[in-house]
Every structure is written in C-alpha cells, then in structure tokens.
C-alpha cells in the first residue's frame, strides 16, 4: 500500500459558530489510497460533520473554527476551494430525490461537465461511457419521477464519478432505499471501487447493511471524537457498538444470545467469513431452549378492509382486490417496495382518496360515508417528515389545533392536551418552541397531535426512517407502550429489524396485490416474498444455514421470541 | 392525479413544434407576442390568433392541460372589461374621433359603438396572448428554455434558477398535496362553506410546513450544486443545448414576418396603431 495517506487529519478540531460546543475534537486519521472506510457513528456524533470536511463544504458552506490540519493529496484544505476540492473527492448525499438537479437522469449526469465549459458534444459522449459503468444508459432521457430509488441513486454516482475523482464519499447512501436495493447500492460501490481503485468512505449508521461486501476498516465516531478504528471482526467483537448506541449485525446478537464467545477468532464481521464451527452446538441448544410464544390475538376485528380495488387515472391499477382484517390492538406493518401501493391505501383509509371498489368497515361499520374530518377521529395518519405537518411554533398550541378545530371547550381542551403530553413523554416541554426541540421529539409531537384526537388506529408511514439506533428504539418502545394502551398500530416501512422486532404480523404488497400476510419471520425467510417485494432476507436465516439448523424460518421466530421473553422480563 | 400534476409543465410529445429548439420558442414567442401588443387592429390580432391556435393543434396540446389558466385568464379580462368601462366609458370615442350611441345606460354611462369597438379589441389582443403562451411552456423543455434564456445574454444563474423551480415545482405541488391532507385530517376547513377570514387561516396552515420542508430541500440542493462546482467560471455549457436547424430558421422567419407585417399595416394603411373603421 501507498505510503502517503490520501487523506491527512491531524489534530483537527472544529466547532461550528453557531455551537458552543465543538462538533470534532482531535482528529487523528489517515487514509491511504484505494482503502475502502466506513464511518459509523450516531446521530449527533459528527460522522457528516467529518464528511463535509472532507468534501469542503465547510467550511464553504458551513462557516466555524478549525484547528489543527486537513491535508487531502497532500494539499491543506484550507488552501483549496470547495471547486478545487471536487475535482478530488465526488461527494453523493443521502437524499438522491432532493440533489437530483437535472431534468433527466443525462442532464443530471453531466451537471459537473456544464459547470466546466465542457462542449457539447465531448459532453455527450462522456455522459454516456460513466452511465454505461453503472448501467444507466438505456435511461438517460428519463425524469426523476420515472426512476426507482435506486436508479437515482446510480444516477448521482455516475454525477461524481465523471469528474474521474480519486477519493467517493457516500453519505448514508442507505437512507430512503429499500432492503434489496440498499444491497445492490453496496455491491455496486464495492464494484466500481474494484474497477477504478478509487478511495471509497462511506459514512452511515446500518453497519450490518454496509458489512454485506468487504470494509477495510471502519472508524467508529461518538461525541465528536474517533472511539474507534479496526477492521470489521474486531470491531463486531468488541464493546465498542454497544457503548455508542450502534445496532450489532443480527447474527451476533443471535450468537451471543446461544452463549457463543464472540471473539475476532471466528471471524464474525461478515455473515460469509463467520466461522461456526465451534457455535454450532451452542446455536442448536438455545434454539431449542426456547419456549413457543402461543399468544393469539382473539380479539374483534377492528379494521376490514374488503376487496379494495383502487387506480388513480382509471388505467393503471394501485391496488387490486385488498383483503386485510385487522384485530383490536394489534401491532402490524405493512412492507413492500415504492411504489407498491402502500401510501395509497393509508390514503384509502384516512379518506384522501375513495376506492374505485369494495368496503373498508370500522368495527363491522362501512365508513364509506365518514369524511376526512370524521375518519381522523378513529384512524389517525402520521408522515414520515414531522416538518410537514408541524404548523404552530409553540408545542402546546401543536397538539391542541385538532381539537380547536372541532370547537372543544379550552378547558376540555387543556385536559386532554395535558394528558396526552404527559403520554408521549413530553410534559416537561409543554411551554417550549418547536424550534427547540430534536427530531425524534418532533415526531413525538406530531405522534401526539394526532392521539389527542383519540383515535383507536394509528397509522405511521416509516417512523423511524433515518434515525439511529438510539432514537429508534425510543421511537418504537414508546409506540408499544400506546400499543398497550389498546390503539391498534399499522407501520408502513422498509426496515426489516423494526418488522421482525417489533410487528408480529406483516402484510406484504407488491404490485398493488397482497402477496404474503403472515408471521415477519416468514416473510423475511421466502425467497419468493422477498424478492417480489424488494426485501432483503434476515441475516438470522443465513446463520440458521450456514449452522446447519433445517427450519431457518423456526429459527428466526425463536429469534423473535426470545427477544421478546428478554424485554417482558 | 397525474394529469394533474403534469398542469402547466412540460410533456415530452414530439411534434414538430417540441422539435424546435428552445431559443426559436423564445424568439417567437417574444416576436408574436409584439406584435399583437403593439397593433390595435382587431384583424391582425385575430389572425395572430387564428395562427396561434393552429399551432396549439400541431403541438397536440389538450384544451384539458390549459382549462385551468384560460378561466383564470378570461375572469380576469372580463373583470378588466368591466373596470376599464366604467373608469373611460369615452375612451372609444376619444380615440375613434365619432360618436355612434347604441344605448343609455344609467348616469353618465352610454355605450357607444366605438367604445364596444374599441372593448372588444382590447378583450382579444390580450386574449390572442394565451395560446401564445401555452405553446411556449407546454413544449420547452425547461432546462432547453434555461439555455437558450442564457444564450440571448441572460446570466446564466438567473436562467438555471428559472430551470431549476420548474425541475422542482412538482415535488412542491406534492408536498403541498400530502399537507394540506394532514391537515384536513386534523379538521382544517378547506372547503367554500367556511369563512375568508378563516380560509386564509387556514392557508397559513399549509403554507408554515410548506416553507420550512422546502428550506430543507433547497439546503440540500444548494450544497449538492456547490459539490459539484455551479456558478465556479463565468460561462457554462449545456446538456440539453440544440442546434439551430433549417426549421429554426423557418420558424423564426415565419414570427419576424408577421411582427413586420403588423407594423407595417399600422404605418402605411392604418397610419396609426389603432384601425378606425367608423371613418
């Protein structure tokens, strides 16, 4: 390997003006040509705080104080511009909806090549070489809206690639893809990185999800400082995940729930290097250690949904003949690629739109005649961006619009604002700004906005989408806890660890049909569901596999309910 | 929906006229839309019109793309009809030099002829403006329109900003769809039964988490501009940039002609812009 580092931290520090705090203190890090990195980190940890120095956005964009140094090709950032810097380092950002510039997927291609005075027709040929290595070249006439999540996301690479840089930094290229196109977004960067030897730095926090091809090292981020830096075997065997908040690949957790001593001897980074011989034993005992969980839901059905049939412009079909019936206090999600028809049923049943055929009935009620208004009382809808349905500056006055709305006495009001704060943990808050809170607290806000107006079902489109593991579980554990407060829960989502932990029931949609309804575990272990509706399989049923153990499926509901057994504890 | 969507944005048919480069649409557009500005000749302007109509046709253009703009356009122009009367009920008959009553209205309103003459010209020469228009956004492609805006010597920034709220006006439009549904689902009255006072309450109910989801979006893409090196020289060159080509020329001659063949009927046979056939 090259001696001379491509990228140089040394002592590096900066504060942003506007924080007290600085965001990185006393970096050390040295990056060698052709290494592939990944940072991980939680939120707040500076991990794209790190990534924007390294892209020059600050302090192009984002003014603050440096200390110590950068030096990137052995040139001192400070001495370069963020123009300069990105004929080095081709940054992708996470939203590649939002940084998507052109108009088509050619024009977005070429951005860079316009900047450049590039002509006309040196530009055209250029587009079409880079879009070939990442397979894009049959589409570069086509829209943003016409393109999947991950043809997008091929797109903004293609963007930074033909500027020929030497070092491609991913920021949480994971984010907004769905399983099995977060895979493929993870092979084709190991792949192009093979091609062109290109330094490669991805920063997120899915570790499991990134460690599906080889990492040379992953540097670990808490606090603004580097807690780590080791290959993935060490890293997977160590403390460091835990202290830091940062989910532990699956499989691990599963060897260490068998008893197995998780050491870098067994070489458990990836689920292809893991050694089993010696766990294999461990893993069959424990599997079998564990009791069945035999709880059923017996209780009435609270939501039908009856051959639901529904096509916006009467030609192309969204959903077709939709049967769900769904029980009182149940806790479901509802998966499926983009596209698939799941935000238009959520639609369906807050009334946006009404369905071309069938009946959706609320406690044996067909609410075909209930308006929008009326259905919020018993169905309420959450977005996923809490941005867009907060609309008061102030928290209480947040939560208290629906009820204003419905002309409740103030005092009434009061009450029931008081009690529903105090339900979602934010009592403490109540005379606060909006403004001042996290993002995790202003989806509580937005959760709370709608549970005041006590609705028996909840439906949540992707709760938890990019947040870390912290923010995660407290997101989902206070969703159990309204869970077990009688209000039915549906989750429409991409994550397979919040389908496996937290739903024991999961509706599939693929191509407007219902394809699967049944245990997660079964769903995250058939081929067939999984690769219809663009889900990834559970790296618990690779283990069961590769461990030998026959019911893969078995396997990962006892997964499934000893975990639950450990938290009921 | 998705027609809805599409309203007021380009939709990629090939036609001869989508064909034409964005820098002839531009000229044409600037050359016919002078013309019936600059005559106050109601058979120039309804020929221009008749021609721009027939072009709407070739361009496939479907009068349910434009129904909403042509009833925001027509209340508007009956509204300026109706004011411009009564502020200049004489108007006419100051610019005809005759007076031809029809009927007396009330006060000191009379119609005259000269006056409805005189209106209804007026009511067409804007009117003949919309095809024109319509032809021009409907098939441009926004970022060809961006170019060819920067090569009549407009800064280049300026013309990527006018690409680049086109290029984004539909995620607005769906961020304010899903908006405004979460509100309603919260009991906002969007409907007509509520009050002014109140629905325009309620449109800042919309519009706060309007705003502050879209300053995150254009956080985003101004960074992802500056990564990849926007406004860093003083020119650029452009992906979608075509070549003029003999129907270019064509089209821009056709346009020239007939702004100079309007102001040639206004100096040699109306000797003046408006036409007065009452002498």
Same mark, same amino acid.
């Given at each position: ?435 001042? %809170?996290?993002?995790?607290? /202003?989806?509580? @806000? +937005? $959760?709370?906005? !709608? ?6 079902? *909840? ?19 206070? %969703?159990?806890?309204?869970? /077990?407060?009688? @209000? +039915? $829960?549906?989750? !429409? ?6 389908? *496996? ?69 | ?279």
């Amino acid at each position: 390997m090259d001696k001379q580092p491509i990228i140089d931290f040394q002592h590096f520090s900066f504060k942003y003006f506007c924080q007290a705090e600085p965001t990185l203190h006393d970096i050390n890090l040295k990056i060698y040509p052709g290494e592939k990195i990944l940072i991980v980190g939680p939120s707040g940890s500076g991990k794209s705080t790190l990534g924007y120095c390294v892209n020059g956005l600050i302090p192009f964009s984002y003014a603050g104080d440096i200390k110590g140094t950068l030096t990137i090709n052995g040139v001192d950032t400070r001495q370069q511009n963020i123009f300069e810097l990105s004929k080095t380092v081709g940054t992708v950002l996470q939203d590649s909806d939002g940084q998507f510039v052109g108009l088509t997927a050619g024009e977005d291609i070429a951005f860079a090549l316009e900047n450049d005075n590039v002509p006309h027709t040196v530009m055209h040929e250029r587009v079409k070489k880079v879009a070939k290595m990442v397979d894009m070249q049959n589409l570069l006439a086509s829209s943003p809206f016409e393109l999947s999540g991950g043809q997008k996301q091929r797109t903004s690479l293609a963007g930074v690639m033909i500027d020929d840089v030497d070092i491609l930094l991913f920021d949480e290229p994971l984010a907004n893809l769905d399983p099995a196109t977060g895979k493929t977004a993870i092979e084709i960067i190991d792949d192009i990185r093979k091609i062109s030897k290109k330094t490669v730095i991805i920063i997120e926090h899915r570790l499991e999800d990134v460690l599906h091809r080889d990492i040379n090292r992953v540097i670990v981020l808490n606090d603004g400082r580097i807690i780590a830096d080791m290959d993935a075997h060490e890293l997977v065997s160590s403390h460091v995940l835990k202290e830091c908040g940062i989910r532990e690949p699956l499989y691990v957790t599963a060897l260490k729930y068998a008893g197995v001593k998780v050491t870098s001897d067994i070489c458990p980074g990836y689920i292809t290097t893991l050694k089993t011989e010696l766990s294999r034993d461990a893993l069959i005992a424990w599997h079998r250690s564990i009791p069945a969980d035999n709880r059923h839901n017996r209780k009435p059905s609270i939501l039908k949904i009856e051959d639901v049939s529904f096509s916006y412009d009467g030609i192309r079909t969204v959903l077709e003949d939709i049967n769900i019936d769904i029980r009182e206090g149940e806790m479901v999600s509802l998966v499926g690629k983009n596209g698939a028809g799941k935000s238009t049923l959520s639609k369906l049943l807050s009334g946006f739109e009404k369905e071309d055929r069938g009946r959706i009935f609320y406690k044996g009620k067909d609410i075909k005649d209930k308006t929008i208004k009326e259905r919020a009382e018993i169905i309420g809808a959450v977005l996923q961006n809490p941005n867009q349905m907060i609309s008061k500056p102030m928290i209480y006055d947040e939560v208290a619009l629906g009820l204003r709305f419905r002309n409740i006495p103030e005092d009434q009001i009061e009450v029931r604002v008081e009690k529903v704060l105090k339900v979602c943990g934010l009592a403490p808050f109540t005379d606060w700004p909006i403004s001042a %809170l996290s993002y995790g607290q /202003k989806k509580r @806000v +937005t $959760i709370a906005s !709608i549970l005041v107006l006590n609705p028996n079902i *909840l439906v949540l489109d992707e709760p938890t989408a990019g947040q870390d593991f912290r923010h995660y579980t407290e997101i989902m554990e206070f %969703l159990v806890e309204i869970n /077990k407060m009688g @209000v +039915t $829960i549906i989750l !429409i989502t991409h994550d397979m660890h919040l389908m *496996l932990e937290y739903t024991p029931r999961a509706i599939v949609l693929a191509g407007g049909r219902i394809i699967a309804d049944t245990a997660a575990s079964v769903v995250l272990t058939d081929a067939r569901i999984i690769k219809q509706a663009n889900l990834k399989e559970t790296s618990l049923y690779n283990l069961a596999q590769i461990a030998g153990i026959p019911d893969g499926t078995h396997f990962v509901q006892g997964f499934i309910d000893y975990e639950r057994n450990l938290k009921n504890r | 929906m998705n027609t809805k969507m599409k309203l007021f944005s380009y939709n990629s048919v090939d036609t001869p006229i989508h064909r034409l480069s964005g820098l002839t649409k531009l000229l044409c557009f600037l050359f016919l839309t002078f013309a019936v500005m600059y005559s106050y000749d109601i058979r120039v302007i309804l020929l221009v019109m008749a021609f721009s109509i027939a072009i709407l046709i070739i361009s496939k253009i479907k009068f349910s793309q434009i129904r909403l703009m042509v009833i925001y356009v027509l209340i508007f122009l009956v509204t300026n009809t109706v004011i411009t009367f009564f502020f200049s009920p004489e108007m006419g008959v100051e610019i005809y030099g005759t007076r031809h009553e029809i009927a007396h209205l009330f006060g000191n309103y009379t119609l005259t002829s000269e006056q409805l003459f005189y209106q209804i010209t007026k009511f067409f020469k804007y009117a003949s403006v919309i095809p024109l228009g319509m032809i021009f956004l409907l098939t441009t492609n926004p970022s060809e329109f961006a170019s060819s805006l920067n090569r009549t010597g407009i800064n280049y920034k300026a013309a990527f900003a006018v690409a680049l709220t086109l290029r984004y006006f539909p995620d607005i439009q769906r961020d304010y769809r899903d908006i405004s549904q979460a509100q309603q689902a919260r009991g906002l009255d969007l409907s007509r039964k509520a009050r002014f006072r109140d629905r325009f309450k309620s449109a800042l109910m919309i519009i706060i988490p309007l705003i502050f989801s879209s300053l995150d979006r254009i956080e985003l893409i101004s960074n992802a501009m500056d990564l990849r090196g926007f406004a860093k020289e003083k020119t650029r060159t452009w992906y979608t940039s075509k070549k003029l080509l003999r129907q270019d020329y064509s089209a821009l001659t056709i346009s020239a002609l007939i702004f100079i063949a309007t102001v040639c009927v206004t100096i040699f046979i109306n000797k003046s812009r408006f036409y007065n056939p009452f002498i």
